[in-house]
């Protein structure tokens, strides 16, 4: 099931924060960028999570899906979705199964020490189901929308 780009995308079932189920399936046809992120309505979570909220009219024009994946609980995607307005679907990954198989939990560093936890990263899966681009690490949580929206609009990584 690991995420491999120019390969299919597995498909997945995850909770939203209303409570309703939400697949990959879902949304055949059109691009869906699924990020994966630490936690809700931390610093780096909220930038990143704000930057595609920012990018949300553009991104719809051109019928992209934004998905954010946490760990956090639906309660919790709620208050930080109503908080900051954003107008994206966050879902719940509470046992890690899907960050796990697509490579986003895991050993990182962190403050120069090895850790296991979520690593930061995001998987463009274009309208055909394949995945386009994989960003494995993001390094910079505030640039990061922008550059999924570069690859998004340029067509390609």
């Known amino acids: 099931m690991a ?6 995308a597995p498909d997945f079932t995850l909770e939203a924060a209303g409570g309703t ?4 399936s879902d949304f055949k046809g059109k691009d869906v960028v699924v990020y994966f992120y630490p936690k809700d309505d931390t610093p780096g979570c909220t930038k ?14 051109a019928g992209v899906v934004v998905l954010g994946v946490s760990a956090d ?8 979705a109503q908080k900051y307005r954003l107008p994206f679907t966050l879902l719940s990954d509470p046992d890690r199964k899907l960050m796990t198989a697509w490579g986003a939990y895991g050993d990182k560093m962190m403050y120069g020490k090895k850790t296991k936890g979520v690593i930061r ?33 340029g067509g390609g990584p």
């Open 21 to 24: 189920s939400v697949s990959l």
């Open 3 to 8: 995420i491999a780009e120019g390969r299919k």
């Open 73 to 80: 609980s639906g309660e919790s995607h709620t208050k930080f």
């Open 48 to 61: 990143e999570a704000c930057g595609f909220r920012d990018l949300n009219k553009e991104l719809q024009k």
């Open 121 to 153: 990263s995001t998987v463009w899966i274009g309208p055909d189901g394949v995945v386009r681009k994989h960003w494995k690490k993001v390094p910079d949580a505030a640039k990061h929308p922008q550059q999924v929206w570069d690859a998004v609009r």
